[in-house]
């Protein structure tokens, strides 16, 4: 199962995201998606100059943090609402967190 956590903490942005969907081993479309937003998401902020940039993209482990307002909290909240669709469309195969103050 992929778990991804997003939090805030003041203007302080994270997703940790780990775990494998094995919805179809070797052709498992539900682990891309996953990947896909949070590889865009980590393109953008480096793209939109986020301060304080932290990363770790390997297969199977994510970990991405940034202070920002603006973009950098949309950009985060989309990528929230993203993998959340993902998550309903294969709840046996992500799960998704998210702060309480995350919106």
Not at 43 to 57: D, P, Q, S, T
Request: charged share 30%; glycine share 10%; aromatic share 8%.
């Amino acid at each position: 199962m992929t778990r991804a956590v997003f939090s805030r903490r003041g203007e302080r942005w994270r997703v940790e995201m780990d775990g494998h969907a094995d919805y179809d081993p070797g052709h498992d479309v539900v682990c891309a998606g996953c990947s896909a937003i949070v590889y865009a998401l980590a393109n953008y902020l480096r793209g939109v100059g986020a301060e304080r940039l932290e990363e770790r993209l390997e297969p199977g482990e994510v970990r991405l943090e940034a202070e920002g307002g603006g973009a950098v909290a949309a950009a985060f909240q989309m990528a929230a609402v993203g993998l959340e669709e993902i998550a309903r469309q294969y709840p046996e195969h992500v799960q998704v967190k998210k702060s309480e103050n995350f919106f």
